[in-house]
């Protein structure tokens, strides 16, 4: 049945650290065992992150994040006009979803192909379990699903790349570097590594990023005293800049950073794959050639090695001189490409958030994770709440 064999490696922060560096584990191998059966191999010579690093460059996230911003307050205006209860995941993944493909792709094609992409985005995300990934040719019915939903992605991209040709004074994009970076010897965009390369970026770029922008605020109910410091920063911020939330703006949010790094510290689920390149000896244990090896981040960020208390809410930690070591972002080799873009979309989402909207009713208690999600830090109820719009 199983034609790998996995190892947890990494129970320990001395651990977790050694799967971050090590140089005889293959990160892409690894994410392309995660992603098996569904997404095509990448062609040889091809590496995702050479396009990551082109799309995710400091003056294309500055030329995107003020209509990323202004799509944000758009959205939350739309989503919580009337004063009802909401289900803050659900309207805050499909915010940032948003506003991340808006970073990623660009404006006029997110208003035409959001609905076809975050639709089947959600299903290739979530109704994912491992016998998925074990027996990704197995037939289930999730499976059916997630062949459907490649598809309709496929035929979204399809449009995009077809419409981005007809241009005739294109604006600039960062599509194209999908594009650029993916034609075959005759110069055709080829489909197919775009599209991997494209979905590779969104799993990277969407999942965590709006979970944690949903955990903020019920985190700031919870801990009243973080809300006030979050609330007279952004009154600080706004006699500023004024009310439009900036790239400039956000960077002088140091007070929502350490809290999202604290939330993140606590809410962070991901595993992290990869593929043992040569025979690995740990403990006096052999972990052969061509084995997954999969890594947590709490067994480093939850850690008494690590972090002083732990488990206390203290976002003190990331403020302070002498602050804290963040591991949330990864670690070692391959450290994550996109987190000044996470840093931006999350602290707009909650700046956007503290200025316009508050909760009718504090969350005392912080509901757990679900721990039998594959795709991150999702609650186990969710909540569900009423929120109100500052007069
Ligand atoms: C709160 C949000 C985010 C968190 C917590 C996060 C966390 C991480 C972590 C832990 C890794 C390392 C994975 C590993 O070692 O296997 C990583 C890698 C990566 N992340 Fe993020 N990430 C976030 C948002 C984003 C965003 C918004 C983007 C892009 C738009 C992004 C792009 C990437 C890429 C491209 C890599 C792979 C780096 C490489 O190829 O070496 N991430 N991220």
Redesign the pocket.
Known sequence: MLNRRVFYLGANPELTHSF?GSRDMN??K??EFLFGGFFEQSKPGHD??VV??K??TASNIKMNINSVADDCLLQMNRCWSDDKPVDFFEDGYAIVFRM?LR??VGGKYVEKYFDDIMSAFSILDRDFSGINLFMPKMPTPSAKRRVMALEKARKAIKNIINERQAEENPEPCSFDYFIENNKDQNGVPDLDQILNDLL??LF???T??A???SWIPVYLSAHPQWMEKALQEQEEIMKKYGEKVTGEAVDEMVVLEAI?QEV?RHR?H?F???EVAKDLQVKGYTIPAGSISIAR?EFLTMDTRTYDNPAAFAPERFLTEGRAKS?????????????K???Y??NIFAAYFLRNFEFAERFEKIPEINKEEFSGSWPVVKPIVRIIRKK
């Open positions: 971050f990160f892409n690894g994410y995702p992150a990551f690093k799309v995710l991340g970073a990623i590779g970026l990277a770029a969407s965590n990023t979970l944690i922008s999202m993140l962070v991901s992290v794959w990869r981040l591991y949330v972002f990864g670690s070692g080799l391959h450290p994550c490409q996109g987190q873009l996470a840093t979309e999350t």
